[in-house]
């Protein structure tokens, strides 16, 4: 006859057992990371000059925030620099230091963001212009997906803040970006932006007939691969111009319609640009955002602090050095990396 106790035990550690795999795991932290723009520093200038116009982070920066905990660096480059004409060959030595910083960032388990720090333009003139016909965006994604296909630390960041451009045009040729991207046959995450800077406060607001959240969730990857790009700074106007912000949940506030958009619609976003002042209400602006974030992280992939450079020195919101004794922000940051 058997054992009624040891039955009894046997009960229960089945009945745990079962229920601890069938609980759902909690979702990661959002990927933690910042934003190295020296590349794509005074974009208006063409081709311009390194280390004097432009400039490329040291390994010792990689280095650096690998060490302080940050898994992805977005990366600012300008699309004139490595393509000086269109529909032309890449500029040799621009493109060997970007591949030089992706095996930089690689070696320290670092996820690289190529943004075109570009707002969708090429030499002041707009993609969609006769000066730049969509077509050129598409040959420019082409090549640079041939170029880093399966370098799996990559992820390509289709244009920094376009603004011109509706939201229904721009989505057109987001998704051409797209398609160009994946014939050529590269597999790894695209991140698509939204016109009027990309602003996650005003992703449901219409810019022309449509708003970018309309128009964005038809974009089509056969990868099922891509990710939403948003903005958000916390001043009066989402500028970045400003220090000062409007209040300590402003920036929950401004993020709430978007991550339930990204829900409603079963995707993920990346918050690509966001800063908070020195001030206390930024502090608590900056660490309440943060805390949003991760308590969504189900819909949110990761963010990139805006910014980090040595030729920043004095600027409102850099944190260069990774020293969080020399940084009220990056002190907040460091509690949010995992």
């Known amino acids: 006859m058997r054992n009624p106790k040891s039955y009894r035990v046997l009960l229960l550690i089945v009945s745990f057992l079962t229920l601890t795999y069938m609980m759902p795991s909690r979702a990661e932290a959002p990927l933690a990371g910042v934003n190295f723009p020296g590349p794509g520093i005074a974009g208006h200038v063409f081709p311009g000059q390194k280390d004097k116009t432009y400039h490329f982070p040291s390994e010792q920066d990689v280095k650096s925030y690998a060490d302080f905990g940050f898994k992805v660096i977005r990366l600012a480059f300008t699309w004139e620099r490595l393509q000086p004409e269109l529909n032309k ?29 570009n707002y ?20 420019f994604w082409r090549r640079m997906a041939k170029h880093y296909i399966g370098q799996e630390h990559v992820i390509f960041g289709l244009m920094n ?10 989505s057109e040729m987001a998704q051409r970006g797209v398609d160009a991207i994946r014939e050529a046959g590269a597999v790894q995450k695209i991140l698509v932006p939204a016109t009027y800077y990309s602003s996650a406060a005003r992703w449901l607001h219409k810019h ?44 929950v506030e401004r993020l709430t319609a978007f991550t339930k958009w990204l829900r ?32 969504n992280s189900d819909v949110w992939y990761g963010w990139t602090y805006w910014v980090a450079d040595p030729w920043f020195e004095g600027y409102r919101f850099n944190i260069y050095p990774a020293d969080s004794s020399k940084s009220p922000q990056l002190k907040v940051l460091e509690s949010f990396i995992q």
């Open 161 to 170: 803040e376009p603004f011109k451009q509706d939201a229904k045009t721009w």
């Open 264 to 295: 409603d619609n079963g995707f993920q976003g990346f918050l690509g640009e966001f800063a908070a002042g020195k001030s206390d209400v930024c502090q608590q602006a900056l660490n309440n955002m943060l805390q949003y974030m991760q308590d």
């Open 208 to 251: 022309g007939e449509f708003s970018n959240g309309q128009v964005l969730k038809n974009i089509k990857d056969p990868q099922n691969n891509i990710v939403f790009e948003a903005h958000q700074y916390l001043d009066q106007y989402s500028t970045g111009l400003d220090d000062k912000c409007v209040s300590s949940k402003v920036g």
């Open 120 to 139: 969708a333009r090429y030499k002041g003139e707009f993609i969609g212009s006769k000066e730049v016909p969509v077509e050129a965006f598409e040959d």
């Open 89 to 117: 060959g890449f500029n040799a030595p621009y493109l060997a230091d970007i591949d030089k910083f992706v095996e930089q960032a690689a070696k320290y388990d670092l996820l690289v963001v190529l943004d075109v720090h």
